[in-house]
């Protein structure tokens, strides 16, 4: 499920119009001309949005055809969706950027990992791009993490950035994805990036920018070493394979030598132990009681109901999304297309997205997620985006990410339907742990995986034979 920010320009939409800047899309892009035809656009065309302010709370964006200097192509006018547009020209930056509101006031700061797109720009009260924060489907939410509602009636989210500022970090994000491409991944070594031949000058700004610091880069994580292969080998024949040899040889030693079997039977015992620690610490806190309120329930993270999610479910969810290799350091498969990032930033054994890992961290109603067992605590003290990468070293924790979001949806379709059945309800939390392919989900979760895990004696590798062998 990766989070995106996206550079949307808004300004006073009577005194200080949004003016329009021009964006490459990094992969290939669905217009519709205003004669109902489709016109597709290859990777590395340009485009430029036109009547931003008038349409940045619909469905679609307007845009025009334009070459590599910003000027018109056909005069034409097209509509594209606007999640589609978000996903197609947005660009990761790896540090924090300072936002600001429409009025100039401190917002507050965004920190790295999100994708942006510059849409328009404006003067007003500073030289400024403006900024609209997306999720992995292009969808945007606000600062805090809350999904917009196009339905609340509430402005598009949007923020804005000084233009020194965001070139500035444009600069460093160059940097640390030319860092990505040639350090050795086995080294954890210290880079200098102040001789990567990156220009001293910003084009657009025309002046020196600022001198980049160093970048001290200790061993990465599994998910970074993967990904800082991605761009040698998306698109490419062969790049299936060889993501599957990267990851394998990423595993610990404990793990790299057993068969589908006896990962199956580890990923079982690793599933009950961590279950009871969670328990464990649930109670030693004095907070994994029930109360009257299903509401005060549904968002205590430390309540989990004894009928609740069982080992037994989350090693059948285990078996689905890593069917075939069971590693905890698999990558989603959308990692081989020939984009400019995965469609999808899921991971490990769990296939737990960035956008859901920052929904349980930052809820509205307080962290859904408390890292309090042994298997999390190496993620504490670091931010969600972080703690999403890290976790990829941390098979334990990868399971207790899905404990704790299939008790919160358990918990969830209780207080909205409490006459449902408990199978009713670990349904419910099935279906959305997984929106995509439901209905596969539910055949070989619900009604073939969890029944043979369910009986007597059965370990996991009898059930991930019965199922996927």
Not at 172 to 201: M, Q, R
Not at 350 to 362: A, L, S
Not at 413 to 441: C, G, I
Request: glycine residues 6%; neutral net charge.
């Amino acid at each position: 499920m990766v989070i995106r920010l996206f550079i949307a320009f808004i300004l006073c939409p009577y005194l200080f119009a949004t003016e329009s800047t021009f964006n490459q899309i990094q992969e290939s892009l669905t217009l519709e001309a205003p004669n109902g035809t489709s016109q597709n656009l290859d990777k590395n065309a340009f485009i430029r949005q036109v009547n931003v302010d008038n349409n940045l709370g619909k469905w679609y964006a307007e845009v025009q055809l334009v070459d590599d200097e910003n000027n018109e192509i056909d005069g034409q006018v097209y509509r594209v969706s606007r999640k589609y547009l978000n996903v197609a020209i947005g660009v990761m930056f790896f540090n924090s950027l300072k936002l600001y509101d429409e009025n100039g006031n401190d917002a507050g700061s965004l920190p790295g990992g999100f994708n942006i797109v510059r849409i328009g720009e404006g003067s007003h009260p500073f030289e400024h791009y403006l900024l609209a924060i997306t999720d992995d489907d292009g969808g945007a939410i606000w600062l805090d993490g809350t999904p917009y509602d196009p339905r609340s009636g509430e402005p598009y989210p949007t923020y804005k950035v000084r233009k020194e500022s965001f070139h500035a970090e444009l600069l460093n994000n160059k940097i640390n994805e030319l860092v990505f491409l040639t350090h050795d991944d086995n080294s954890g070594a210290t880079c200098d990036v102040s001789a990567t031949g990156v220009p001293a000058v910003d084009p657009e700004l025309g002046r020196t920018r600022p001198k980049p610091r160093p970048t001290n880069l200790n061993v990465p994580s599994p998910y970074d070493v993967v990904m800082g292969r991605r761009s040698s080998l998306k698109g490419k024949r062969g790049c299936e394979s060889d993501r599957r040899e990267i990851e394998r040889g990423l595993l610990s030693s404990e793990w790299s030598g057993l068969s589908l079997h006896q990962k199956a039977d580890k990923i079982y015992s690793l599933a009950k132990d961590v279950r009871s620690e969670i328990i464990q610490k649930s109670n030693e806190s004095g907070q994994n009681v029930r109360k009257s309120s299903r509401f005060q329930n549904s968002v205590n993270p430390h309540y989990f109901p004894d009928n609740g999610i069982k080992p037994e479910l989350v090693t059948c969810i285990v078996f689905q999304e890593t069917e075939g290799h069971l590693n905890y350091t698999s990558h989603n498969f959308t990692y081989c297309a020939n984009t400019k990032s995965p469609r999808s930033s899921a991971h490990g054994l769990t296939q737990f997205t960035r956008t859901t890992f920052r929904m349980m961290k930052n809820h509205p109603d307080g962290d859904q997620a408390p890292f309090n067992t042994t298997y999390s605590a190496p993620l504490n003290g670091k931010s969600a985006h972080e703690a999403h990468k890290l976790m990829s070293r941390y098979p334990g924790a990868q399971i207790e990410m899905a404990y704790r979001l299939l008790n919160h949806e358990y918990k969830r379709a209780y207080v909205s339907s409490p006459n449902k059945t408990r199978t009713q309800l670990l349904r419910a939390a099935v279906l959305a742990y997984d929106k995509d392919n439901q209905s596969e989900y539910i055949r070989n979760v619900m009604e073939k995986c969890l029944p043979c895990m369910n009986k007597s004696g059965n370990n996991g590798s009898d059930c991930y034979e019965e199922v996927y062998e």
